[in-house]
Each structure stands twice: as structure tokens, then as C-alpha cells.
DNA sequence: AAACTGTCTATTGTGGATAAAAGACAAAAT
DNA sequence: ATTTTGTCTTTTATCCACAATAGACAGTTT
């Protein structure tokens, strides 16, 4: 096959939620922003719909004639982009199968695996190379580097420097920039959490990535910013595997971020960095304890 | 085609200059080596000196029967790899004609216009998106985010934190360290080409590249080392359409680098970072002044 | 007049095919 | 006992084809 109609099917989905809410659906061009796919994609989920006796679709008319079940959706597993399968594939190879450094990776047996066509494994794999853990040799095998310990000592290293400097012009931006407003809504989160942490800690995950990359976007550094990925990805997946002490450890996190923020709406430099340091710190702790 | 067989037109090139050098030419594994292919491609080459009765090569036995003559090199255009070419025409394409920010690009176009697949274009494109000039919208076009004023400001952001940070760790290695070696014919050169500045200031480039990736490199941190490539693809291409007053610039900047280099021989950190940092910004500002 | 729909075209994403290049292994030579 | 060669298999780099998706334009509706 050519190609998955993901991106239909996951529309699809998130359609059939919009049509639970009203009686009828909006002109095309609109659903498609809401959606956030073309016109085409957009007919092609109302033609299903009209199928599915779901909907009756004349021109403009777009009527409701009932309520989705469970079954009209498609499977979560069709839905995903096939990017997100080989990611998802490929970190999951390289972390649990012992991945040793220096490993040759095989595109074809790669690709193999995962049940897809070599095109897509390498173009993942040119996309992944800028994490820093794998390598090309050209004309042959890519090469493992490894999640070692040097790997994250020079992945915080970058991301203290890049923190740092982030936070601080964090400080300077002007008292009505939308980021203080964002600030807010994440502070908010923060205590909620922490209120119910027992049962919330792990939101923390999610909320620690929105977080630094609020400060890290205030650089206004495309390359500030483009790291943050790095950090994102690495932190995801290591917050999969390593699931000891999780309560204990976000809870900490967490109060050292309300630190932070406050520091940062201080505007004090010398309290931001101290404040910043003292969370870049344990954050860096945190991940090479889990490494060896 | 599958494939062009570059590596061999290259490496069968490379061999001819061996060639015009001995009587006889090594084993196979060993002039593997030498040329960096596989012995597959040694024995391609083998063969066709065979045909073009250079040589005379029965197993171990490889006599030289004549010298190399112009014509039984392959031309140089048939030597570049193709992704060598995409990047050149990309490159000549957004910086010549008219680059205008937001502009979007079209995969299919830039391969019908080099005359290639979509396959290499596109793994070409997603290569390039690391150095910030383009961006991908999912389902559809890239765009070009343009060589900008504010491009070259964060671009050069980043860099002055890096270097800064490669400065000092430079100092701190240790006496014996290859590097020092390094440095000292680097400083050689450097008063090599002052002293016939007239004639040699276009050397300047490649040795400035090699100065600054050696500074680079002494942070042991790849995130750090990686991201000197885009200061080498910026810089490579700016030199190649910004030549005025290179004479001076060149020269000016040679001094700032002896400059540098004596205050890293020096180990001292204050004095280390002032002549760091009169070199940078004034490489900032020349880049700067090439842009608008 | 502005927004919407019908229809058509162009481009992207992905699998498959194939030549080039790498590389494995046993037999042969030093 | 290495190193080299002969032979064969595997993998990469690249083109091409085709379905999914985006997008353009004219005609239609409000």
C-alpha cells in the first residue's frame, strides 16, 4: 500500500467527538481548521460518516442523526502516523533489547521488523541522528553511540547553558507578554497536582516538558528551541523506563519548580539562576541515576 | 539508474594518482584502506586498469604497465555524489534566486529541476532542517524560513556561547594533549599566510574552519561539535558570495586568531575570553554586514 | 460580496525494485 | 599463522509507482 490514511482516520475520530456535541456540523473549509487537515480529508470523513448513518450530508446541511458508538470509531492503533510506530519501535529496541554502544542498526532488518519499507526506517533515522545517538557511516550500517552516561552528561551540560540563558530573558520580557499569562496557568497546575499527588504525580511528566519549554521558547533562539526536542524525547522515554520512586521524585520536582517560578517573577537574575540551578541540578541527577 | 557508481569513478581516480607513484600496487584489503572503499569496489577498479591496460593483474600480482593519461580519469562531474549535487543546487537556488522568507518549497520541483528522485531530495531536506533555514508542514510543503538578519543573530547566539564555553576547556587540557600540536601548526599557517597575504588571504576559510572546529572539538561535548556544522555551511557559503573587501577582512581576522591563540597558550581565563570574544563579534558583524 | 461546494490537479508519503557497494567466509598463497 | 584472493550474500542508495492528502479554481448558494 502507498500510504496509511492515518491522517483521515484520526480526523475521523476527533470528528465523531465534535458531532456528539452538536446537531449539525459546520461548512467544510471549517471543520477542516478545526480538524486541521485539507477539504479533501474533510469529505472523505463526511462520506464515511453518511455511511455510517451517522449523518445526512446534502451540500450545506450537514444533520445529526445519531449519537457515535464505541464502534464507529477506528482503532487507536490505525490512527497513529507511521513515524510515531517507528519511533515508538525503535527506542524500544534500542533501550530494552541491551542496547550496546557501537551496535551496527540495520535499516533493512529494521524495517523488516517493524513491517514496513526501508524508505520510511531511513528517513526516521536521518531525522533521529540529530539526538546525537546514532551515526552514519556512509554507504554502510548506522552505529549505536548509546545512552551512556557521557551522552547525558553532554545532553545537560547544553541544557544548562541553553536554561539559563532562556530564564534569564525570561526576566525581561514585557510585564503584559502572553508568557507570564502561561506562567500562570502552569503555576495553577502545579499546586493541583501537588494538592493530590498521590493520585496526580504522574501529570508531573507532561507538565515538566510545558514548563521548560515556556522558558526555553522566551530565547527566542531557534536553536535554543530546537534542542528542547532532544531534551523532550530523551525525557519521555526515560520516564518510561524508570519508574523508582516516581512519587518522591516529582513531588520534589515540583516544589522546585514553584521555586523557579517565583524566582522568575521576581525578576531577580541572581535569584532566577540560583533557583535555576538548584532544578537542573537534581533534573540531571535524576537521569544519570538512571542510566548505569 | 539504481544507483550511480560515484564511490568507483572517485576511488578509481584516487587510484590513478597511486598508480602514477609505483610499479606495483598493493593487496587488495590493503588499497581498500588507503582509499577508504570496500575491497568490492578495489577489484572494480582493479578490472577496469585491467581494460585500460594500466595494468598488468594476476592475483597477487598487480604490475604497472604505463602511466596514466588525463583521458582515463572520469571527469570530475561524474565524481560528486548526488547528494553533494542536491546540496550545492539547493543552496545556489534559495541563496541566489531571491529567497524570500516563507517562500515554500516544493520536493517534487527541486528534483525534477536537479534532474534526480524525490527520494534523495526529500531525505536531503530533512538532513538540512537541523540548520534552522527550512521547516516542514506535515502532509505538504517545507518552507523556507530564510538566511535573515534574525537567523544569523541566533545562529551566531549559540556559537558565542559555545566557543566560549570550548575556549575554556581548551586551556584546562592537558600538556600532552594532541591538540596543542594541532594548534601550533595551525598558528604556523596562520603566520604563513600573513606574510604573503596578497596571494593566499583566500586560504583564510578552510584554515578558519579548521581553527574554530578544533576549539570546538576540545569540549568533548558532540552537541557542541555538531552544531560547528552549521557554522561551516553558513560561513562556506557566505564566503562564496560575499568576496568584498576579503582581503582585509581575512587579514584582520588572522591577526584577532593569533590573538586568541596566544591567550589559550596562556591558560589564562580572563584573557582567553577577551580575545574570544573580539574575534566572535567581530565574525558577527561580518556576517551581519553581508545580510541585508 | 462573501463563503461554500463540486471537481480537478499537484504533491507528499510509502512500498517495491534494482544497481552499487559493503562485507562474510572458505580456500589459497606466502 | 597471517594475509590474500575468489565467490557469494546482504545492505544501501536511488528511482519509480500509486494511494492519501493538500490545494486550486470555477460555479453555486446565502
Chains 1, 2 share one sequence.
Not at 446534502?58 to 442523526?65: F, N, S
Not at 517493524?114 to 546525537?132: A, D, M, P, Q, Y
Not at 531534551?231 to 516516581?246: E, L
Not at 519548580?257 to 517565583?262: C, E, G, M, V
Request: charged share 30%.
Amino acid at each position: 500500500m502507498a500510504k496509511q490514511n492515518t491522517v483521515f482516520k484520526d480526523a475521523f475520530n476527533r470528528c465523531l467527538k465534535l458531532l456528539a456535541e452538536t446537531s449539525s456540523l459546520p461548512s467544510e473549509p471549517e471543520l477542516g481548521t478545526t480538524l486541521g487537515v485539507s477539504r479533501t480529508t474533510v469529505r472523505a470523513i463526511l462520506t464515511r460518516m453518511e455511511e455510517l448513518q451517522l449523518l445526512a450530508w446534502d451540500k450545506r446541511a450537514k444533520v445529526v442523526l445519531r449519537q457515535p458508538k464505541p464502534e464507529d470509531y477506528y482503532p487507536a492503533e490505525e490512527t497513529d502516523s507511521l513515524s510515531d510506530i517507528i519511533e515508538r519501535s525503535f527506542m524500544r529496541r534500542i533501550l530494552a533489547g541491551g542496547a550496546e554502544p557501537g551496535m551496527q542498526i540495520n535499516e533493512l532488518e529494521l524495517a523488516r521488523d517493524i513491517g514496513t519499507g526501508t524508505t520510511s526506517v531511513r528517513e526516521f533515522l536521518i531525522r533521529f541522528s540529530r539526538f546525537g545517538l546514532i551515526e552514519k557511516r556512509p554507504n554502510s550500517h548506522w552505529i549505536l553511540k548509546g545512552f551512556t552516561r557521557e551522552f547525558a552528561l553532554e545532553l545537560t551540560e547544553v541544557r544548562e547553558m541553553f536554561e539559563l540563558r532562556s530564564a534569564a530573558s525570561f526576566a525581561a520580557l514585557a510585564p503584559d507578554h502572553p508568557a507570564w499569562a502561561d506562567l500562570d496557568r502552569i503555576e495553577t497546575l502545579h499546586h493541583e497536582i501537588l494538592a493530590d499527588i498521590d493520585n496526580r504525580y504522574k501529570e508531573f511528566s507532561e507538565l515538566d516538558e510545558r514548563f521548560h519549554l515556556l522558558v526555553h521558547t522566551s530565547s527566542s533562539n531557534r536553536f535554543i528551541v530546537d534542542f528542547y526536542d532532544i531534551i523532550t524525547i530523551v525525557f519521555h522515554y526515560h520516564y518510561q523506563w524508570n519508574k523508582t520512586n516516581a512519587r518522591e521524585r516529582n513531588a520534589r520536582a515540583l516544589e522546585e519548580h514553584l521555586d523557579y517560578i517565583a524566582a522568575l517573577r521576581s525578576r531577580d537574575p541572581a535569584r532566577i539562576e540560583t533557583a535555576c540551578r538548584r532544578h537542573l541540578k537534581s533534573a540531571r541527577e535524576t537521569l544519570l541515576q538512571s542510566i548505569q
